[in-house]
């Protein structure tokens, strides 16, 4: 088997390529990556010197490119990953996200079609999208699969477009595909733009934690293995042209996480109860603000057994641990470009 994973570099992707690589020692694991800032080698550097491991820089923007990349491999499968994931970038340039999110995907869709050429047996296009696409929940109810799209943000647009192109291309060339729709990751190599990496900094640091509005909204925080988990299975048993829900039954509000995130650093730093709380401030609301998202898993679990496999205080606590030793790799990413960044976002 030849799989191109698209995002490898990134957050999840790189979760995703070290489990693929590590347990599947037979199949060659091809890691497309345009190496934006939201990628990062680093990230993979234990598994880079897998004889089962291939890196590939380029953009899945670039048709030429990704037509070529595809005739000479002939690839089995792909898992789509890559993508501006960032709501905050996406209010200040919608059209980095409608290149990359949909175009890109259409790119990689016509390049799958073209090579797989009607012969369909034993391929399959899995387009890993997120909950954003439903838009946003009042107090009750969860997301499942037949809640209508409702995106509220140019990045939801933009991926949800993307999820209809990919069940067009099911429905219109019989293109085999699956979408996973998953909710908020968290855990290693997560990019300090996000709210728990950027507060784990922002408290190393000492520096506000900045929470937008009454931080009342509300999200479902999934570990991003177990979401690593749900793709090896959802990729190897999910049946074609369906779409599954992932989600962590774990729902925050945005205060009650960061107050639980302070006691942690507190303790692991050695700092006295409640220093990291009085870094709260509570900020300019992000426009559009999708007030809750809710997963329910019921069909991943009931079809395909999955559930989520550590409890959020073991995963917080595990992902604290994480970011306090790898020191280096926190260093690296928040240099540069990001100080821009941050000025521009919070200052
Ligand atoms: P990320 O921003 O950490 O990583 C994205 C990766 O894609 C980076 O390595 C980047 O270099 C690469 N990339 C970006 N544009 C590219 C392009 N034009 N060509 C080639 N590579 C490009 O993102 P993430 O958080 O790991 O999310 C991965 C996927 O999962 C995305 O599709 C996202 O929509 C989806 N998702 C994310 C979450 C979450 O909580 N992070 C939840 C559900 C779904
Ligand atoms: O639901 C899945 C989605 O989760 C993914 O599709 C996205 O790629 C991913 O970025 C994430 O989107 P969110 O917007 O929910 O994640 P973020 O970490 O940016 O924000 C989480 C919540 O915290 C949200 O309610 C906004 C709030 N927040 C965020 C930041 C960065 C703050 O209060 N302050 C901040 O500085």
């Not at 800032?37 to 491991?53: C, M, Q, S, V, W």
Request: glycine share 6%; net charge negative.
């Amino acid at each position: 088997m030849k799989i191109l994973i698209t995002g490898g570099a990134g957050f999840i992707g790189s979760h995703v390529i070290r489990r693929f690589v590590q347990n599947y020692p037979n199949y060659h694991i091809y890691n497309l990556d345009a190496l934006t800032y939201a990628g990062n080698l680093e990230n993979l550097k234990d598994i880079e010197n897998f004889p089962n491991y291939h890196f590939v820089k380029g953009n899945i923007v670039d048709e030429d490119f990704i037509i070529t990349l595809f005739d000479e491999n002939n690839f089995d499968g792909v898992i789509h990953l890559a993508a501006e994931s960032h709501v905050d970038r996406s209010i200040e340039d919608p059209l980095a996200f409608v290149r990359t999110n949909i175009i890109g995907t259409v790119n990689l869709l016509n390049a799958a079609k073209k090579i797989w050429n009607d012969d369909f047996v034993g391929k399959r296009f899995y387009h890993v999208s997120t909950d954003e696409v439903y838009g946003s929940l009042g107090q009750e109810g969860l997301f499942t699969e037949e809640t209508s799209y409702n995106p509220n943000s140019p990045y939801s647009a933009s991926k949800a477009s993307s999820d209809h192109f990919v069940r067009a291309y099911g429905e219109t060339y019989k293109l085999p595909f699956v979408i996973t729709n998953c909710s908020n990751n968290y855990g290693p190599f997560h990019f300090p733009e996000k709210l728990i990496p950027l507060f784990i900094n922002n408290i190393i640091h000492n520096k506000p934690l900045p929470v937008y509005g009454d931080g009342k909204y509300t999200r479902d925080w999934l570990f991003v293995e177990d979401h690593a988990r749900a793709i090896d299975l959802v990729f190897h048993k999910g049946a074609n042209h369906q779409t599954y829900n992932v989600g962590g039954f774990n729902e925050w509000q945005n205060i009650d996480l960061v107050k639980l995130l302070c006691k942690v650093m507190d303790k692991k730093l050695d700092r006295k109860d409640g220093t990291s709380e009085n870094l709260i401030t509570y900020v300019r609301n992000r426009p559009g603000h999708d007030l809750r998202y809710a997963i329910d898993a019921t069909k991943i679990n009931k079809e395909l057994g999955w559930e989520p496999s550590v409890t959020f205080e073991e995963g917080l606590e595990l992902t604290v641990d994480w970011y306090l030793s790898n020191s280096d790799w926190l260093n690296h990413v928040t240099s540069g470009d990001y100080k821009e960044y941050y000025k521009k976002m919070y200052s």
